[in-house]
């Protein structure tokens, strides 16, 4: 089975200033994560995907996300927060090995603050 | 590359009605994924095609829920006797192939209200 967890449901942040949103996961294989931005009466888009190559994956718009193993973790960040930044991200997990099924957070919404 | 299109944008009936919706996947895309989302929660999984063929349902679709993909193609997905509890939006994505590293790539939703 496969999980993800958004620790936070809300980040607020000023315009400038850096952004974090947590993402944990549980994976029985080996994962693949993504990151995807659903803003207002739009689509989701991917933004960034870990698939067991580099630890540090670079995204679209500056954003980027380490996986850390021994934490299972799959945080995103950004140095520095644009007032069109804000939006729901989501974090997913699949898992290698056969049939699998994209698995989404909950969700964490983002706000910019001017 | 034109995209996922989902069609209608938006759909309110009553209760107790019948709706279909449609989903076109980017065209070389074999697997085809239909997602529901509600407010406040990230997409739900549930059903999702290889080609024509359906692989996989979610214990959420009832046996109101149906969906089809007959040539490989577009696919729908129907509810009978709709109840309030099936507002949400409707989601369908595709992806390249079953790779478990291959992005969906998400269509603009049908948006359900039932009345």
């Known amino acids: 089975a496969q999980s993800v967890t958004q620790l936070d449901s809300h980040v607020s942040v000023s315009e400038g200033t850096p952004v974090l949103l947590r993402c944990n996961y549980s994976s029985s294989y080996s994962p693949s994560l993504f990151w995807y931005v659903q803003h207002p009466n739009k689509g989701l888009q991917l933004l960034l995907k870990y698939t067991s190559a580099a630890t540090l994956v670079k995204g679209i718009n500056g954003f980027e996300a380490e996986f850390k193993k021994s934490e299972t973790s799959f945080h995103l960040t950004k140095p520095s927060a644009h007032m069109s930044d804000a939006a729901e991200y989501f974090c997913v997990v699949t898992r290698g090995g056969g049939s699998y099924i994209p698995t989404f957070g909950r969700g964490t919404s983002l706000i910019v603050h001017p | 590359d034109t995209g996922v299109s989902q069609d209608p944008r938006h759909k309110i009936t009553k209760r107790g009605q019948n709706v279909t919706f449609r989903c076109d996947p980017i065209?070389?895309?074999?697997?085809l994924y239909w997602y529901r989302q509600t407010l406040g929660q990230g997409p739900e999984f549930l059903t999702y095609?290889?080609?024509?063929?359906?692989?996989?349902k979610s214990r959420l679709l009832s046996d109101r829920f149906s969906a089809e993909r007959p040539k490989g193609s577009f696919s729908t997905l129907e509810i009978q006797r709709t109840e309030q509890g099936d507002s949400a939006m409707y989601l369908c994505a595709s992806s390249l192939d079953g790779l478990h590293n291959s992005p969906l790539h998400f269509g603009n939703g049908t948006r359900l209200t039932v009345t």
């Open positions: 095609f290889q080609n024509e063929a359906q692989l996989e």
């Open positions: 065209s070389e895309h074999n697997r």
